[in-house]
């Protein structure tokens, strides 16, 4: 039996994060779909909700303001969710000097959290794409165009962009959190070879607004329930590379854990919320989100079970294997007992 339960485990977790990607590379080679993209000048709402952005709102402001992109054309809500610092007085500053119809700030005067902000916001925007951005990251200045040009096929409903994460000399990072998100857009862009991504870049996406449904209130990942939604609509979630939004590299071991716990929370509440996507017969992409997301929500319990396993298999290979989990979790304990001294404090997680 441990034999059994522990080369299981070991498939399990070889196959989320490796066997997965040569699946993926062969697919693509075989079945690739292309996109008819073309340069086309649609309406488009670009919404930001923002809680307490005081550091960020004026930058952020500014660069949607310099996009490349017909200002008769753009529509900027600001959705503020109860800010108590001078998030709201920034933002209407920046706004005073702008054509009332160009920008709009919205208030909640009581915290209601980012779902509620989107849903505040697409109650006013008249685009025909909504683009959905963050308050910290900047834009890259024709990201808005990127993100259209893919919207010109009528098959695609969602449109995910790039996020670009920069070290401290402004170049693209190269450690560790660097080097698994560029693993992660690798897959995100065969993924939309071949049919559609699983999700969406958070800080930087677009959605058809007739395809756009309102989120449920307290919705942990709008950039994966909304595009979800859209897959099961017959439409498809794509990723362009050339749609680039940039943002520093998290350096903080507990910032980095609170984000990556929350996108577990987010993923077990997309279960909940649209069960079907578990049907292959309702899911046209159930390969797709079963290795991508359902296969990394069972990662951490294989791994328990491959060191529990191993524990009654201690002789010839299967010593070296606990020996190798010992030394791993031993550095893993050590890392977060003595944090790297640049590391910065834990960020205040924005709304």
Known sequence: MATAIF?????????????????????????????????WEPSVSLVIAMHNEAANVHARLRNCFDLDYPPDKLQIIVSLD???????GLARACAADRP??????????????KAAAINRAMAVAQGEIVVFADARQQFDRRAVRALTANLADPTVGVVSGELILLDSRGQEAGDGVGLYWRYEKALRLMEANIHSVP??????????????????????LDDVLTPMRVVLKGKRVVFEPEARAFDKVNDSPKSEYVKKRRTLMGNYELLT???????????PIFVQFVSHKVGRLLVPYC?????ISNLFL??????????????????????WAF??????PEAEETA
């Open 339 to 344: 944090p790297p001294r640049n590391a910065h």
């Open 303 to 307: 791994l328990a079970a491959l060191l």
């Open 100 to 113: 009332a119809e160009r920008i709009q700030v919205l208030r909640s005067p009581v915290r209601q959290g």
């Open 273 to 283: 919320l649209l069960p079907q996507l578990l049907l292959p017969w309702r899911n």
């Open 199 to 220: 999700g969406a870049t958070g800080a930087i996406y677009a959605v058809r607004r007739e395809l756009f449904d309102p989120l449920p209130e307290g919705t942990v």
């Open 82 to 88: 109860a800010p108590s610092d001078d998030t709201e």
């Open 314 to 335: 201690r002789r010839g290979f299967y010593l070296m294997a606990l020996a190798a989990q010992v030394l791993f979790y031993g550095l893993a304990c050590a890392g």
């Open 7 to 39: 080369w299981t485990a070991l498939a399990c977790i070889v196959y989320v994060y490796a066997g997965y990607p040569l699946v993926l590379v062969l697919w693509r080679r075989l079945a690739r779909r292309t996109i008819q993209k073309r340069d």
